[in-house]
Structure formats: C-alpha cells, structure tokens
C-alpha cells in the first residue's frame, strides 16, 4: 500500500505557474502507475495526467496538453507536475493517486483507488 503526500499548490495569476509534488512511501511505487487528478467544486474528478512506471510514458488530458509535464523521479519516490500558463478554469483541488488496477493510458480507470492523497488547492485568478 502506498501512502500519497501532494504539495506544492496555491493562488497564481493567469499565466504563472506551479509545480506540484507527489511524495510516496512505500515500495509499491516501484512499480505503480502514478495519476494526477483534479476535482473542482460541482464538477466532475478529472485525470489530469498519469506517468507509467515501467515504460516512463504519460498522457495529459486535452485540457492541460501542452501546459503541464509530468515526471517521476523514482530515487525520490516522488512525481512532479509542472503547471505552466495556468488559467482560472484550472482551479481545482489536485489530488495524485495509485492502485493496481490502474494503468496509464487506459480509458477507465478505478472508481475508488487504493492509494489516494489528501490533495493539495491550486486557485488561479483571471
């Protein structure tokens, strides 16, 4: 079982940045695909983008592609999303999450994960 620390959010402006941190405890991160998700008041949980643990890919989803970069430091245990030109509809509370049933790149993944963090609340002002 992995236990998930995010870190790393806070208010920007339209068009700053941030760099948000998912620190693991556990050797099971090794080898579990990580995810980035989003959930902002009265919408849906959104996968905002995953890292593989074996093959290193990722996938962003078409809301951040070309803003965020994902990246996993497995010395560290831990795994970084970059959030570059940060508009107000990226508000949300950030949560990174692991199980193993989930894979990067599928198109479902599990409804509830079995490593889940507390998460950590980006505000991004127009």
């Given at each position: 079982q992995l236990h998930l620390v995010?870190?790393?959010g806070g208010l920007v402006q339209s068009g700053g940045s941030l760099?948000?941190?998912?620190?693991?405890?556990?050797?099971?991160f090794d080898?579990?695909?990580?995810?980035?998700?989003?959930?902002?008041?009265?919408?849906?949980r959104e996968e905002v983008s995953c890292v593989s643990s074996s093959s290193g890919e990722s996938k962003y989803?078409?809301?951040?592609?070309g803003r965020f970069t994902i990246s996993r430091d497995k010395a560290k245990r831990t795994v970084?999303?970059?959030?570059n030109n940060l508009k107000p509809e990226d508000t949300a509370a950030y949560y990174?999450?692991?199980?193993?049933?989930?894979?990067?790149?599928?198109t479902h993944y599990p409804l509830i994960f079995g490593s889940w963090g507390r998460g950590t609340h980006v505000s991004?002002?127009?």
């Open positions: 995010e870190s790393g760099i948000l941190t998912c620190t693991a405890s556990g050797s099971a080898y579990r695909d990580i995810g980035w998700f989003r959930q902002a008041p009265g919408k849906e989803a078409d809301s951040v592609k970084y999303l970059q959030m990174c999450a692991a199980d193993d049933r989930y894979r990067c790149g599928n991004v002002s127009s």
